[in-house]
């Protein structure tokens, strides 16, 4: 539920869908949801839409683009992320307030969540130890969007993983995403306290394996029943292709 | 067989704990012969004891853990004392400081003496890395270039940032011949990658730093990293050997 396209050697990020989709194949992943480094608008990539689009459109079945937007754009971001909606059919919202500085309880970034809840797609936030990305610094949109699904990617990083939890259980609209973190354990605590339908595994991929993410799930101490859900049966859901 | 470079035994009052026969347990489920230890921080704050009961730990353990000595540079003498007597009486093969636990910025001046001792006593130095203030990895190459003889290892390979945002920090303090990393807790093959490329194997080492993350999680973590057969053997025991004498030393 979580990797990376894009191409911008200024950055040092060329990312390809064949490197994604190779990867996947390595750790037998059906399908991924899938979004560029950087931000739109006004971001390195002018084209990110467009590229994952077609990554999109090469890979059919297996890759399902998620727009990664601005907030501090609103006008802008809103009319992108209804295009990449209703016309090209991706099926999520990326917003990474580290390269936006747009903070995820400012107004505009809160309509454009509550924008893409009412399109039916799920917002998608990177979560982690930085400022303006904490789990509690995001927990203010959850409460204000109550209709919007909220993934928090990496699930709070190394530091802010029991806080996660913690705004998921006081928030029903969280989903867990369980990339880059490295606490196998937590998985198991997050289930428990919070259900089997609301931890989802991503892999923050092609540059983190998304094999080795997927052995974190593996080694969780989940049941059969409930490694299917976390693997795949619930993201299935939230993209829309279950 | 594999060398975990560092993890912690005993009762953390910062809520985790790991006893030996537990470690053990799990050293031998993934086939790791010995483990780099460090006492955890315990309830009552006496490092000298937890240092003390670790090498007696350790002693008993025949020869799958060998010990460090974890000091807090806030007690000054008593701590350069402590070290000491520990690598000198107890068979301490590394000072461990930990800036986040004890609440110290390890570039502060006041641990010059400490580095100077490392290197008198001939034993390396590891710093729990990539805690913002305290010891960010360009915080742990200046505490390096204080005794550029000793090697310096920084946990969780310099940085604790789940964007990489630390990984040129951690490059920095890389041009330090002296400065190594572990592997706990790196996310991203390619950052290992890029480190056994640019710096070479040798500043490399495997470690779980259990029981905070998981052992048979980090280890498989070496195991994705591309490198060649020899490479692998550095970071798996190699360089643990010889940073830290082996187990027979």
């Known amino acids: ?242 | 067989m594999p060398i975990d470079a560092l993890c912690f035994l005993g009762v953390s009052r910062f809520g985790y704990e790991l006893g030996a026969a537990d470690a053990i347990r799990a050293l031998d489920a993934e086939g790791i012969g010995t483990a780099v230890v460090a006492a955890m921080h315990p309830r009552d704050g006496d490092l000298a004891r937890a240092n003390a009961e670790l090498a007696e730990v350790a002693a008993r353990s025949g020869d799958r853990f060998l010990p460090t000595a974890r000091v807090d540079p806030w007690d000054g003498q008593s701590a350069l004392d402590d070290l000491t007597h520990a690598v000198t009486r107890n068979g301490a093969r590394a000072l461990l400081f930990h800036p986040d636990e004890e609440h110290f910025p390890i570039n502060d001046i006041r641990l010059r003496p400490f580095a100077e001792r490392a290197d008198e006593l001939g034993v390396p130095v590891i710093v729990a890395t990539g805690f913002h203030c305290v010891s960010e990895a360009v915080q742990v190459g200046r505490f390096a270039s204080w005794c550029p003889r000793v090697p310096v290892i920084m946990t969780n390979g310099g940085q604790l940032n789940i964007s990489g945002q630390g990984q040129f920090d951690a490059e920095l303090a890389l041009r330090l011949p002296n400065v190594h990393i572990l592997t706990s807790g790196v996310y991203r093959d390619d950052f290992l990658e890029r480190t056994v490329k640019n710096f070479g194997a040798e500043r490399v080492l495997f470690a779980s730093a259990a029981p905070q993350f998981d052992f048979a999680y980090e280890l498989r973590r070496v195991h994705r990293v591309r490198m060649t057969a020899d490479q692998r053997r550095l970071v798996l025991s190699g360089n643990a050997e010889r940073i830290f004498g082996g187990p027979a030393a």
């Open chain 1, 1 to 242: 539920m979580h990797m990376h396209i894009d191409d911008v050697p200024s950055l040092g990020w060329e990312l390809s869908a064949e490197t994604c989709v190779a990867s996947m194949d390595e750790a037998q992943v059906d399908a991924a949801a899938v979004m560029t480094i950087v931000d739109l608008p006004g971001g390195a990539n002018p084209t990110a839409m467009e590229l994952i689009a077609q990554a999109c459109e090469r890979f059919p079945g297996r890759l399902y683009g998620f727009i990664r937007l601005n907030p501090r754009h609103p006008a802008k971001a809103r009319e992108l992320l209804d295009v990449a909606v209703t016309e090209l059919g991706f099926r999520g919202l990326k917003l990474h307030p580290v390269s936006s500085l747009a903070h995820p309880a400012h107004p505009d970034t809160i309509a454009l969540i509550r924008a893409a809840g009412e399109l039916g797609v799920p917002t998608l936030f990177h979560c982690g130890d930085e400022p303006l990305t904490t789990p509690l610094s995001i927990a203010p949109a959850a409460a204000a969007c109550p209709d919007a699904p909220i993934i928090l990617g990496h699930m709070g990083g190394y530091r802010h993983v029991d806080e996660a939890i913690d705004v998921a259980e006081r928030h029903p609209n969280i989903i867990l995403e369980t990339s880059a973190m490295p606490y196998p354990a937590k998985i198991r605590e997050a289930i428990d306290r919070i259900g089997v339908h609301r931890v989802i595994f991503g892999s923050d991929g092609p540059v983190s394996s998304p094999a080795l993410e997927r052995q974190k799930v593996v080694r969780a101490g989940l049941t059969d029943e409930e490694l299917d859900l976390v693997l795949g049966g619930t993201a299935a859901s939230l993209l829309g292709v279950a």
